[in-house]
């Protein structure tokens, strides 16, 4: 039985890379029902299509549809005419964005910092919004707003990523400056977590988490630590169970949480993003384990058949967070049972165990490769100016070897 895997890109070329190589590599897969699976990938790529035609797709990972509406449709009509799995569901993403995602987490109880939603500084350029908000929108002070929330605060985009257009604001003039420069832009304020202990960022995909320290202030290809527990198994668990928590939720299965930690409380900042850091020069030592999580859950996903969630089912969670009898502990125990119900955990482990054995060692094989060397040179040089390439070359490779170190056994 054969299966099509799509990559619909933006303009990465070195993750699309190491994908298609696994699955070039992975071979035969023997599935519950007994029969032989073949995987292969293809790039989609984007051109007319009738909504009656059928894909030949089994499984798409979108990296472009947030923001580019053709293919965005594509899928739309590929997952509800069709039942093609799409890592990720491109209805939440459009609906939900930053600004829903904030709303469901606090309904269910998450520390989630207090956010103001304020008003468009300059309404969009149309005759009726100019006019509706001429009518309807209430004066405000924004000092007082902020004031509120207590300074330093941010101000960012509801809608928006890659930290494109947040500032931080410590006082009335930097407030005032930031909300001028928003123009047409929809902003949050929200509080500041400070003398946070851990800045963490959760890269999860299907039922595979890891949990690494970042450290935003510094270079992207810094910002990762190879560190290893640098949080205690109580609060690890819990990012765990956040980062599971808000993919089930949504049913984003290829996404990233950023969370605070402050006196071992969790604070999650942002967890809405349809197109998760998986660049080699950003994760580097984490880049091998994303692309064995991401092979196995697509296997995983097209192998057994898994059908796609569109329906939210948010009452089990809701039903959760508003149980008397369970307290903040109570309740995270209840959403990881569900999030793990959702992502299928057990039935994903026992596949990899009896399927896919082999495929951690074929990502360190070919890590070890002269292939994955001329990717990382590649990257290296299709990144950084010519006069970087030497020392950003060795300073990957170093971080390769110490993965290989620590991961391959002599």
Same mark, same amino acid.
């Given at each position: 039985?054969d =299966?099509?895997?799509?990559?619909?890109?933006g303009?990465?070329?070195?993750?699309?890379?190491?994908?298609?190589?696994l699955?070039?590599?992975? !071979?035969?897969?023997?599935g519950? +029902?007994?029969a032989? *699976?073949?995987?292969?990938? @293809?790039?989609?790529?984007?051109?007319?299509? %009738?909504?009656?035609?059928?894909?030949?797709h089994?499984?798409?990972?979108?990296?472009?549809?947030?923001?580019?509406?053709?293919p965005?449709?594509?899928? $739309?009509?590929?997952?509800?005419?069709?039942?093609? /799995?799409l890592? %990720?569901?491109?209805?939440?993403?459009?609906?939900?964005?930053? =600004?829903?995602?904030y709303?469901?987490?606090?309904?269910?109880?998450?520390?989630?910092?207090?956010?103001?939603?304020?008003?468009? $500084?300059?309404?969009?350029?149309?005759?009726?919004?100019?006019?509706?908000?001429?009518?309807? %929108?209430?004066?405000?002070?924004l +000092?007082?707003?902020?004031?509120?929330?207590? /300074?330093?605060?941010?101000? $960012?985009p509801?809608?928006?990523?890659?930290?494109?257009?947040?500032?931080?604001?410590?006082?009335?003039?930097a407030?005032? #400056?930031? /909300?001028?420069?928003?123009?047409?832009?929809?902003? *949050?304020?929200?509080?500041?977590?400070?003398?946070?202990?851990?800045?963490?960022?959760?890269?999860?995909?299907?039922?595979?988490?890891?949990?690494?320290?970042?450290?935003?202030?510094?270079?992207?290809?810094?910002?990762y630590?190879?560190?290893?527990?640098?949080?205690? @198994?109580?609060?690890?668990d819990?990012?765990?169970?956040?980062?599971?928590l808000?993919?089930?939720?949504?049913?984003?299965?290829f996404?990233?949480?950023?969370?605070?930690?402050?006196?071992?409380?969790?604070?999650?900042?942002?967890y809405? %993003?349809?197109?998760?850091?998986?660049?080699?020069?950003?994760?580097?030592?984490?880049?091998?384990? &994303?692309? #064995? &999580?991401?092979?196995?859950?697509?296997?995983?996903?097209?192998?057994?058949?898994?059908?796609?969630?569109?329906?939210?089912?948010?009452?089990?969670?809701?039903?959760?967070?508003?149980?008397?009898?369970l307290?903040?502990? !109570?309740?995270?125990?209840?959403?990881?049972?569900? @999030?793990?119900?959702?992502?299928?955990?057990? +039935?994903?482990?026992?596949?990899c165990?009896?399927?896919?054995?082999?495929?951690?060692?074929?990502?360190?094989?070919?890590?070890?490769?002269?292939?994955?060397?001329?990717?990382?040179?590649?990257?290296?040089?299709? #990144?950084?100016?010519?006069?970087?390439?030497?020392?950003?070359? @060795?300073h990957?490779?170093?971080?390769?070897?110490?993965?290989?170190?620590? #991961?391959?056994?002599?």
């Amino acid at each position: 039985m054969d =299966h099509l895997i799509g990559l619909l890109l933006g303009t990465e070329q070195d993750w699309p890379r190491a994908f298609e190589t696994l699955i070039g590599r992975i !071979g035969p897969i023997r599935g519950r +029902d007994g029969a032989s *699976h073949h995987l292969r990938t @293809a790039r989609v790529s984007i051109e007319p299509f %009738n909504l009656r035609d059928k894909p030949s797709h089994d499984l798409v990972i979108d990296r472009l549809a947030y923001w580019y509406y053709h293919p965005r449709e594509w899928l $739309k009509k590929v997952a509800l005419m069709d039942d093609v /799995y799409l890592l %990720n569901s491109p209805f939440t993403f459009q609906s939900m964005e930053k =600004h829903a995602a904030y709303c469901a987490m606090m309904r269910l109880g998450l520390h989630v910092p207090e956010t103001v939603l304020v008003p468009y $500084k300059n309404p969009v350029d149309h005759a009726k919004w100019a006019y509706t908000a001429e009518r309807y %929108n209430q004066p405000f002070d924004l +000092d007082a707003v902020a004031e509120d929330i207590g /300074y330093p605060l941010f101000m $960012k985009p509801y809608d928006g990523g890659a930290w494109v257009g947040v500032s931080r604001i410590t006082d009335s003039t930097a407030l005032h #400056t930031a /909300y001028d420069q928003s123009g047409e832009r929809l902003m *949050h304020l929200q509080q500041s977590i400070e003398g946070y202990e851990v800045f963490t960022r959760s890269l999860t995909i299907g039922p595979e988490t890891m949990v690494m320290k970042f450290r935003p202030e510094l270079p992207m290809h810094e910002r990762y630590a190879v560190e290893h527990d640098f949080l205690d @198994a109580a609060v690890g668990d819990e990012v765990v169970t956040i980062s599971r928590l808000v993919n089930a939720f949504f049913r984003w299965e290829f996404n990233s949480c950023e969370s605070l930690v402050r006196d071992g409380v969790v604070h999650p900042i942002d967890y809405a %993003n349809a197109c998760p850091d998986v660049a080699l020069t950003s994760l580097h030592y984490y880049f091998p384990w &994303a692309m #064995t &999580a991401l092979v196995r859950w697509s296997a995983f996903c097209v192998v057994t058949g898994r059908r796609p969630g569109l329906d939210l089912d948010t009452a089990r969670y809701f039903a959760v967070a508003d149980d008397p009898a369970l307290d903040y502990r !109570g309740k995270l125990a209840a959403y990881r049972r569900i @999030a793990d119900d959702y992502l299928a955990v057990d +039935d994903y482990r026992e596949f990899c165990d009896t399927a896919l054995p082999h495929v951690p060692s074929l990502v360190a094989e070919w890590v070890c490769s002269q292939d994955f060397d001329d990717l990382l040179v590649s990257t290296v040089r299709a #990144t950084y100016p010519p006069h970087e390439h030497e020392r950003f070359i @060795a300073h990957f490779r170093g971080l390769i070897d110490l993965w290989k170190r620590e #991961t391959i056994s002599p």
